[in-house]
C-alpha cells in the first residue's frame, strides 16, 4: 500500500479512536469540573460497561442488532448506578478532598476491577457488533460499524452538549460548578448534583465502552487505556472544559492514530504521557487553575 | 534533638526480634519476612516523601526500578560486580527522583500526583519500548554468579536474610535520625504550611526536592536490593500497581511513623498473601483496604495509636 492510502487508514482508525475517547474523557472532565474529583476508577467504569453489555447481549434473547441496543440502554444506566453508589457511601464521606478521594478511587479501581475479575472470568469476550457492512475504498475495505461508532459518539456528545446548556438539571450543573456555596445557598440540592454528576461521568464512559465493545472485546483489565488517555486528553485540554476536551481528543487520538501505524503504539502513549506531565509543570494555571 | 531511650529500644528491639525470628520461621515465611523488609525500605522512603513533607507521588514505582534495573543492567550487560552494581541502583533511584522533583515539584496536590504518575508511566512504557535492552516485559534473571557478596551467596536462606535485615537496620536507623534532625523537622514543617516555613525563612522547592531525593535513593536501594536478593528484573516492577503499594503499607501502617511502613508492610503482604490462596481476585483487598483506610483510618495504626497516648512514637 502506497503511503497515501496508509496514512488514511492510520486516520480513519485515528477518527475512530478520537470519537470514543472524546466520550470517555468527557465523563472525566465533568466530574472534574463539576465536584474538583480526580476519578481514577474512570476506566473501570468503562470497563464495566463493556462487561455489562456482553452480559446483555449474552443473556437477553435478542437479534445482535437489539441486542446491542440495549446494552446502550442498560450498560450506562447499571454502571451509573454503581458510581451512585460509589459517591454516596465514599466520596461525600471523605468531603470531597481531593487527595483522598484520589486514593479511594484507587481503591475503588481494585475494587470494579477485581469484583470483574471475580464474576465475568480472565476470559476477552467478543461482543457480535449491531450490523455487518463493509466499505469498500480503492485500497481497502473498512468496517463500516466503525464509522457509525462515529457518528454515535458524535450524537451522544450533542446530547451532553445540550443537556448541559438547554435542561434545568444542565444549568444546575453549571450553578454548583461555578459556585457550590452559593448554589447550596439557592437551595439547591448539591449532595444529589454531586452524585447525579459523578453517575452521569460514569454513564459517558460506559456509554463509550458499548460503542467499542464489538471492535475491542471486553475484558476486565480492559479499564487502564482508556483511563490513562483520558487523563491525557482531559488534561491537555484544560480540566473541567468541555470544548477542550473535544479538541485535545481530536488531537490526541489522530496523532495516536498516526503514532501507532507508523512507529509504535507504545512510542505513542510515552510520548502522549511526557506530554501531559510537561502541560501540567508549565502550563498549570491554565489547565488545573480555573479557580472557582 | 537527641533521640530519647524509647524509641530507640523500640527500635532497637524490632530489629533484635527481626534477627531472632529467622532461627524460628520457617523457610517459606523467612524469605516472605525479607522481602516484606525490603518492601519496607521502599515504604520507608515513600513515607519520607508522603507521611513526612507531604509530597503524595503516585511514581514511586519509577525510582524502585530506576533502582532494580540500574542494578540490573550494569551487572547483564557489562558484567559488573555486585557492589558497585547496588550502589549503581541506589544512585540511580535518587538522580531519577531528583530529576523528576525538578519538573514536578513545580506543581503540588492532584497535579503533583498526575504529574508523577505520567513520568511513571512514560517510564514503564520505555522499559517496554526498548525491549531489546532491558528485556521488555520478560525481564531477565540476575546471574547467580553476581549474587555473591563476601564470600555469601545471597540466593540462599540465611544470607538472603541477614543482607535484608541489615540493609532494614540501616534504613530505618537513618530514618530514625533523619525524621528528628532539624531538617526533618523543616521537612513536617512543609506538610503543615508551606507558605508559614517559606515566611520562616526556608526555602519550600529546596526542602521538598532533597525529601524527594532521600526519598528515591530509598526506593532505589530497594529496588536494587530486592532485584538483587530475589534474582529476577522485570518490568512488572515499573507498574502503577509498584506505585500504590509503598501508599498503602504507609497508609496502613502510619503516615509519618518510622516503623509504619514496616508494620503496613508486614500486614498487607500476609493479607494478600492470604487472599490469594482462596481466589484469584486477592487484589480486592488491596481496594479494599484503601478505601476503608481513607474512610475510617486516615492516620493508620500507629498513627492513632500514637493520637491515643503514645506521644513519644517517632
Known amino acids: 500500500m502506497a503511503f497515501g492510502p496508509f496514512l488514511f487508514l492510520a486516520l480513519l482508525e485515528g477518527t475512530v479512536m478520537a470519537a470514543v475517547l472524546a466520550l470517555t474523557a468527557i465523563g472525566l472532565s465533568l466530574v472534574f469540573g463539576v465536584m474538583r474529583v480526580v476519578n481514577v476508577a474512570h476506566g473501570e467504569f468503562f470497563m464495566l460497561g463493556a462487561v455489562t453489555a456482553w452480559f446483555v447481549t449474552h443473556y437477553l434473547p435478542f437479534p445482535p442488532a437489539i441486542g446491542w441496543l440495549a446494552a446502550l440502554l442498560i450498560a450506562p444506566l447499571v454502571v451509573g448506578a454503581i458510581a451512585w453508589l460509589a459517591d454516596v457511601f465514599v466520596l461525600k464521606r471523605l468531603k470531597y478532598d481531593p487527595e483522598a478521594t484520589i486514593v479511594a478511587t484507587i481503591g475503588l479501581l481494585y475494587i470494579l476491577q477485581q469484583t470483574a475479575l471475580t464474576f465475568y472470568g480472565p476470559d476477552a469476550r467478543p461482543v457480535e457488533p449491531p450490523f455487518n457492512l463493509r466499505l469498500q475504498f480503492p485500497w481497502f475495505g473498512y468496517s463500516g460499524y466503525k464509522l457509525f461508532v462515529v457518528l454515535a459518539a458524535g450524537l451522544i456528545l450533542l446530547g451532553v452538549w445540550a443537556f448541559m446548556t438547554r435542561t434545568k438539571a444542565g444549568l444546575v450543573m453549571r450553578a454548583t460548578q461555578v459556585d457550590m456555596e452559593t448554589a447550596r445557598a439557592f437551595g439547591i440540592n448539591v449532595d444529589r448534583v454531586y452524585a447525579g454528576t459523578f453517575a452521569l461521568g460514569a454513564a459517558l464512559a460506559a456509554a463509550a465502552a458499548v460503542l467499542i465493545v464489538p471492535i475491542q472485546q471486553a475484558h476486565y483489565l480492559m479499564g487502564h487505556d482508556p483511563l490513562l488517555l483520558s487523563f491525557i486528553v482531559v488534561i491537555i485540554g484544560g480540566l473541567g472544559s468541555l470544548r477542550g476536551t473535544l479538541v485535545a481528543a481530536l488531537i490526541i487520538g489522530l496523532s495516536d492514530g498516526v503514532i501507532s501505524m507508523f512507529f509504535s503504539p507504545t512510542l505513542a502513549k510515552i510520548i502522549a504521557t511526557l506530554l501531559v506531565a510537561l502541560v501540567l509543570v508549565f502550563r498549570p494555571q491554565g489547565l488545573f487553575g480555573a479557580k472557582t | ?314
Open chain 2, 1 to 314: 534533638m537527641s533521640l530519647s531511650a524509647k524509641p530507640l529500644a523500640l527500635h532497637l528491639g524490632l530489629i533484635a526480634v527481626l534477627f531472632a525470628a529467622q532461627f524460628m520461621l520457617p523457610s517459606y515465611h523467612a524469605t516472605n519476612v525479607s522481602r516484606i523488609m525490603v518492601l519496607s525500605v521502599f515504604a520507608m522512603g515513600y513515607n519520607i516523601a508522603f507521611g513526612y513533607t507531604g509530597l503524595l507521588s503516585l511514581g514511586h514505582a519509577l525510582f524502585f526500578a530506576a533502582g532494580m534495573y540500574g542494578m540490573g543492567l550494569p551487572i547483564w550487560t557489562l558484567g559488573w560486580a555486585p557492589v558497585p552494581a547496588l550502589i549503581a541502583g541506589l544512585v540511580a533511584g535518587g538522580a531519577l527522583a531528583g530529576l523528576v522533583g525538578l519538573l514536578a515539584l513545580r506543581t503540588a496536590g492532584v497535579s503533583f500526583m498526575i504529574v508523577t504518575l505520567m513520568f511513571a508511566q512514560a517510564g514503564y512504557l520505555t522499559l517496554l519500548y526498548l525491549n531489546t535492552h532491558t528485556g521488555g516485559d520478560e525481564g531477565f534473571v540476575v546471574d547467580s554468579a553476581a549474587r555473591m557478596i563476601a564470600g555469601f551467596d545471597l540466593s540462599t536462606d540465611t544470607p538472603r536474610y541477614m543482607a535484608a535485615l541489615i540493609l532494614f537496620a540501616i534504613a530505618m536507623l537513618i530514618c530514625l535520625w533523619l525524621v528528628r534532625s532539624p531538617f526533618g523537622r523543616v521537612m513536617v514543617a512543609m506538610r503543615e504550611n508551606e507558605e508559614r516555613s517559606r515566611m520562616l525563612g526556608y526555602n519550600p522547592f529546596r526542602v521538598k526536592l532533597t525529601a524527594l531525593v532521600i526519598s528515591g535513593l530509598y526506593a532505589g536501594m530497594a529496588g536494587a536490593a530486592y532485584g538483587m536478593l530475589f534474582g529476577y528484573v522485570g518490568a512488572t516492577f515499573a507498574t502503577i500497581q509498584y506505585s500504590i503499594l509503598p501508599m498503602l503499607y504507609v497508609l496502613l501502617g502510619g503516615a509519618g511513623t518510622v516503623i509504619g511502613p514496616f508494620l503496613g508492610a508486614l500486614l498487607m503482604f500476609y493479607l494478600i498473601d492470604i487472599a490469594s490462596g482462596y481466589t484469584t481476585a486477592y487484589l480486592f483487598v488491596v481496594g479494599a483496604a484503601l478505601v476503608v483506610l481513607v474512610l475510617f483510618a486516615p492516620k493508620g495504626i500507629l498513627g492513632t495509636i500514637r493520637e491515643r497516648g503514645l506521644k513519644w512514637l517517632p
